[in-house]
Structures are given as structure tokens and as C-alpha cells.
T-cell receptor
């Protein structure tokens, strides 16, 4: 099976712009979670989608949003980018059975905000 | 709220030696999962091992094993016969077993360097 894929792998944006990141889960996985990784804050949970519904949300401002499509692919959007949004954004997918399953990660999208 | 603490920011070991990475966590939950992930310089997060809290037996995956002490809320990772390819940052992570959703809570990580 192909692993989790994320596009694009690298992005450079300027403050105030918006950005959309994409994640394709492992075939058959219905849960997709997003994480932000920064040197200062470490790995932080953004949100989780399951069957096109946001099931869980971390403590991030409303500028961070996401969605999931019927094929389980997910996108996350960050509006009005700030310098502090520079980070590695990781997507993870897990099995079709919902809560408590192992999450498998994609390679990440590295976002730099100038 | 759950927290995960990794008290060793950096560790180093020689090839073929054994090393143990520490992790403690705080939770009031009884059912949960614990994980170790590794993140090599490529930044790809790779699952190393998983432990279900309801299982008393410690998980093992080839050269990787855990020492899970539920009462002490401790979850250490032992790497035997260390190899150069084990060089990476290792993250301990907690997941509450909950149908309302899942989220991994990560520790700050331990950077492991394996030298020849």
C-alpha cells in the first residue's frame, strides 16, 4: 500500500497570505489528523477529520481550518499567515475503525512565512 | 489534561550498544495507547512501537522493546544492538482511547546519536 502523501512538500509565503496544504491518506483509512511541528512548541495537534467531519480540534486560532472529502483526502488552510506559522505540518492517517488506532505519518509540508 | 515528559533531550551511544530512552506521562484515563515514533533527519515520522495500556505484556519489535509501568506512568524504550540508522529524534506519544476522536500528545523528544 502507498503511504500517506502530502503536497506540496515545501512552500514559501509572505505574511498575510493564505495557504492550503493537502494530504492523501493510506488507502482505506478514514481518519486524518494534522499536526504542527516547530522548534519551540514541538509537535502540536491541530485537528482530526473522520468521515468528512471534524471530530477533534486542538488549541489553535480560527485561522487554521480544514476539511475532508468523500475519498478521505484532507486539506488544511491557514489564512492571514503570520511569521509564527512557519513550521513543518504533518498529516497522519489511521485505520477505518475510528478511535484509538495507530497513526501513520506523511513526509510533511515545510512552510516558511516571510 | 494529559502531558508527556521526556527528560533526556540528547543521548549518544556506540554501535552495537544498548540504550534506554525515558518517558513519563500524566493522565487520569485508564484506557489509552502509548507510542514511540522516530524522526530521522528526513523529518519523516516513523512508528517504532505501540503499547495498549490494558496489556500487561511489554511490546517488542525486533531490536526495540518497551518497559511499560502503568502505575508509575512510565514508558521507556530500549534499543538493543544500536545501529547507525537509529540516529534520529525519538518521540514518546500518548493517545486517549476514545470514540470522540483521537489526538496524539507528544513529548519534546530525545535526540539519539549512534556513532561507530
Amino acid at each position: 500500500k502507498a503511504g500517506v502523501t502530502q503536497t506540496p512538500r515545501y512552500l514559501i509565503k509572505t505574511r498575510g497570505q493564505q495557504v492550503t496544504l493537502s494530504c492523501s491518506p493510506i488507502s482505506g483509512h478514514r481518519s486524518v489528523s494534522w499536526y504542527q511541528q516547530t522548534p519551540g512548541q514541538g509537535l502540536q495537534f491541530l485537528f482530526e477529520y473522520f468521515s468528512e467531519t471534524q471530530r477533534n480540534k486542538g488549541n489553535f486560532p480560527g485561522r487554521f481550518s480544514g476539511r475532508q472529502f468523500s475519498n478521505s483526502r484532507s486539506e488544511m488552510n491557514v489564512s492571514t499567515l503570520e511569521l509564527g506559522d512557519s513550521a513543518l505540518y504533518l498529516c497522519a492517517s489511521s485505520s477505518p475503525y475510528g478511535g484509538g488506532e495507530t497513526q501513520y505519518f506523511g513526509p510533511g509540508t515545510r512552510l516558511l512565512v516571510l | 489534561a494529559q502531558t508527556v515528559t521526556q527528560s533526556q533531550p540528547e543521548m549518544s551511544v556506540q554501535e552495537a550498544e544498548t540504550v534506554t530512552l525515558s518517558c513519563t506521562y500524566d493522565t487520569s484515563e485508564n484506557n489509552y495507547y502509548l507510542f514511540w515514533y522516530k524522526q530521522p533527519p528526513s523529518r519523516q515520522m516513523i512508528l517504532v512501537i505501540r503499547q495498549e495500556a490494558y496489556k500487561q505484556q511489554n511490546a517488542t519489535e525486533n531490536r526495540f522493546s518497551v518497559n511499560f509501568q502503568k502505575a508509575a506512568k512510565s514508558f521507556s524504550l530500549k534499543i538493543s544492538d544500536s545501529q547507525l540508522g537509529d540516529t534520529a529524534m525519538y518521540f514518546c506519544a500518548f493517545m486517549k482511547l476514545n470514540q470522540a476522536g483521537t489526538a496524539l500528545i507528544f513529548g519534546k523528544g530525545t535526540t539519539l546519536s549512534v556513532s561507530s
